[in-house]
């Protein structure tokens, strides 16, 4: 999900952890200051809304059943949260990074990346303007709403959509039958976490009260199995994904300043300690990768979650996603924006492929919710057009970047707006 407030969490955690770990840290008040911090970030959100990149296939029965208009949610008035604490991190305290030289011909860099090869569309679920599309290259249209749609995942027979809107939490989370009629709807943060496997799916919850829930589920099921972790006095969290032990790790923000925790959602949540920030769980190795907060600067760290004792760390580097198989992670290098993108060794920390997207090819994107794994070693990148103004159109396209160090078109560059499915 491109939601300006999660970008916002991660620069805020990452590039400022040794300002955060002293500070109380209202996420709600980030969601808030997210929209006025960079006019580059909105372009961005506004052309990438990343994309559900599920691996949760939509049945078959249903592919053929078109929702249109139908149980769509009535529209809603949407007003951000306002700061619920006055220590919350001004804008200096979150200053964001420098941006490099930017391409200044946004016509001509559209018309190299048309001269880019084009590859196969993007092997992993995904909606565009309204429609969910399968790997195989079914579809399935979503019921209809006015809000912009920033997530989506499929859940219990039928979609579970996350729109921009909402006065508590800043987004909506909508959950629909295979009917189309609406079953639920509450606030919530936009991030929706899926198991390894694609069988679970965890987000979070809260209402005006402040009382706010993370909820567990089997994907596929009717109910069963579902799991609730109350999150307390917690102003805002995070889901982030789940180990390989069942364990769900996610940030929130307490009295105290930002925290990474892991629930089983049997016993009280235990503190990931070492990590002031988190970005991705490897499934398979039960390793998180995350932030140092070492108050030296950015450094990125792979750490063992049973051990909580760091493996390697990098810094000078953001991380994000593990790869499905574990054999690799994303990472983002320095603390310009855009950052060139890296492939690196999930066990060392070593570059395996790096990308300069804005001077090789002028584009941006958006690091937290434009980046996801299409398989174990390729990465999709929702980029869009950095150069011109905000009155302009920014041409955006899908680029495929593989661990061998290619780079390839998965669409045709244009106007679409992609939302990908959770991925592990």
């Known amino acids: 999900m491109n939601n300006p ?31 006025a911090i960079r006019r580059r970030r909105r372009i961005g959100a506004g052309l990438g809304a990343a994309a559900l990149v599920a691996a949760i296939a939509i049945p078959v029965t249903l592919i053929s059943q078109d929702f249109g208009n139908q149980g769509a949610p ?50 992993v679920a995904h909606v565009v303007d309204g429609t969910w599309h399968n790997a195989d290259g079914t579809t399935l249209t979503l019921p209809s709403t006015d809000a912009q749609v920033v997530g989506a995942a499929w859940y219990h027979g039928g979609p579970l959509l996350v729109t921009n809107e909402g006065e508590i939490a800043g987004s909506t989370l909508s959950q629909y039958d295979a009917s189309g009629a609406q079953v639920w709807q509450v606030e919530g943060n936009p991030r ?93 190795n039960n390793r998180v990768a995350g932030e140092l907060g070492s108050g030296e600067g950015t450094t990125g760290a792979v750490i063992d979650l049973a051990s909580n004792e760091p493996l390697w760390s990098k810094p000078g580097w953001h991380l994000g996603a593990f790869s499905p198989d574990g054999r690799y992670v994303v990472g983002f290098k320095g603390d310009v924006d855009p950052a060139p993108i890296a492939i690196l060794d999930a066990e060392t920390g ?12 002028g584009v941006g994107y958006s690091f937290d919710t434009g980046v996801v794994w299409e398989d174990d070693s390729t990465l999709l990148v ?5 150069a011109g103004t905000d009155a302009e159109d920014h041409p955006g396209v899908l680029l495929r970047l593989a661990a061998d160090g290619s780079v390839e078109r998965a669409s045709e560059v244009g106007s679409a707006f992609w939302v990908f499915a959770p991925r592990p």
Do not use: C
């Open 74 to 123: 009535a529209p809603a008035t949407s007003t951000s949260p306002s700061p619920a604490d006055p220590t919350t991190p001004s804008e200096s305290e979150t200053s964001p990074p420098e941006t490099p030289e930017t391409p200044d011909d946004p016509n001509a860099v559209a018309a190299a990346l048309e001269q880019l090869p084009l590859g196969d569309g993007p092997q």
């Open 350 to 361: 070593d570059v395996v492929a790096e990308f300069d997207l804005l001077t090789d090819h």
């Open 5 to 35: 407030a999660e970008r916002k969490l991660t620069h805020a955690l990452q590039a400022s952890s040794d300002a955060m770990a002293d500070a109380h840290l209202d996420l709600g008040a980030v969601h808030d200051q997210a929209h």
């Open 382 to 386: 929702f980029t869009y057009v950095w």
């Open 192 to 284: 929706i976490a899926i198991s390894n496997e694609g069988t679970r799916l965890a987000w979070w919850q809260t209402d005006a009260d402040g009382n706010g829930e993370i909820h567990a589920g089997i994907a596929s099921g009717m109910g069963e199995g579902e799991a609730v972790q109350e999150t307390g006095d917690a102003t805002y969290v995070t889901p982030i994904g789940f180990a390989n032990t069942g364990e769900l790790v996610y940030m929130a923000a307490i009295d105290e300043g930002p925290v990474v925790m892991a629930t089983d959602f049997e016993g009280e949540p235990t503190r990931v300690n070492t990590l002031v920030s988190a970005s991705g769980v490897d499934g398979v």
